[in-house]
């Protein structure tokens, strides 16, 4: 701690889904600056961000440096500081639309190459390829997949070492309404076609209502699979899933698909050896609505949709042994739910939080910008609101005390409905519009 608290005061750092909501604004095509707002900072313990892997302090935020990407399959980063000092000025940029007709998408990944891969929520897998969408889907799988609202074809994952394996993963709605995680492999003489025919059930778990299915799925740096799982839906929790640790729904699981039939569990998962399902990696999570880990310093976003009051963005430092609490539902945010008193004790509180009436009804999680055009954004965690269109900024600034805090800014709005962030292989970063748009983040 004292390491860290050195370090943090040496360096000026500067500065997943879809509930009953109002629909948001149609989108412009060119965004709109709102003026950056005070941070929020909320009360309890708040984690602090990690130093690159391999490194032995925080880059100065005036110097450059040559970091080697933490994910695996993830290309060198170079030229780049750790993180900024504070955000750009929204003005001189803005989302600029690279893809339009796209039905419902809900997920943008990458295989290591130049191509984007869009997930359409009614069970086609798309690609981006030289500014252009190829006709043929790289996956359609509509015939089983059961989708509308909050189920679908949700999560996207391509293996560690996809050009060796050709195996991808994903996380879809069935029509009986349970969740799948599957496997399939990509065909030997088309790149851009999946085999049909090699599609292996991973993981299935029932859902006992028709919302909060999570559906992120991201491989870790560790090259372990990460899943995310709502609490079950209706609303407030009502069958205790988010704290009950002897079932699935309410968590983010993290399993080795490289052994094992249909995996194996990682010996460091904190329930590894029992006190839990051994699949959990952490708990207390509402919805889960798109996570990510900065590829440089192995950090963990999660951003989790509230219930009527509340949205959040989690935080695990690359240094946790995973087993978080993040609090659902005795927490709604950083406040007790349902209650003026409960018992916050070994809970890890959200890094920010917002209310509905500040700034919309229902957060998507984002990405941390690491890539090389954009300098000037290094380091800034993007994330947005479905409902209002808007899109934010957090970013690491000076230890306080014993604990690091956060800025805020309100970055961007007039975005539409914004379903989903993504990067591409050289980490740009990307939003989708639910309404058929992929933007990219641009200069003007």
Known sequence: MNRILMILSALVLGAIYLVACSPASEPSGSATPLQ??????????QAQPSLPAGATQLPDPSSTQTAEATQ???????????????????DSYTWAPVATGLESPVGIAHAGDTRLFILERSGRIRILQDGALVPEPFLDITDRVRAGGERGLLGL?????????????VNFTDQNGHTHIAQFNVRADNPNLVDASSE??????????????????????????????????????????GQNLEVLLGKVLRID??????????????????????????????NPWRFAFDRLSSDFYIGD??????????????ESPGGENYGWNILEGDACYGSGNCQTAGLTMPIYTYTHAEAGCSVTGGVVYRGQSLPEWQGIYLFGDYCSG?????????SQGESASWQQAWLFNQIGNISTFGEDSAGEVYLADLNGTIYQLARR
């Open 257 to 286: 698909i490289d052994q094992g039939d249909p995996y194996a569990i990682p010996t460091g998962n904190p329930f590894a050896t029992g006190g839990g399902r051994p699949e959990i990696w952490a708990y207390g999570l509402r």
């Open 390 to 398: 808007l899109v934010g900024g957090l970013l690491p600034s000076l």
């Open 36 to 45: 950056p707002t005070a941070s929020s900072n909320p009360t309890g313990t």
């Open 157 to 169: 994952a391509f293996h560690p070492r996809y050009p060796e394996t050709g195996t991808f993963f």
């Open 200 to 241: 292996k059930q991973i993981l299935y778990v029932e859902q006992p209502y028709p919302n909060h299915n999570g559906g992120a799925l991201a491989f870790g740096p560790d090259g372990y699979l990460y899943i995310g799982l709502g609490d079950g839906g209706s609303g407030g929790d009502p069958l205790g899933y």
């Open 305 to 318: 949709v509230g219930q009527n009051i509340y949205e959040e963005i989690d935080f695990q430092s690359a």
């Open 72 to 90: 695996p399959g993830m290309p060198a980063l170079t030229e780049s500081p750790a993180f900024v000092a504070s955000f750009p000025n929204p």
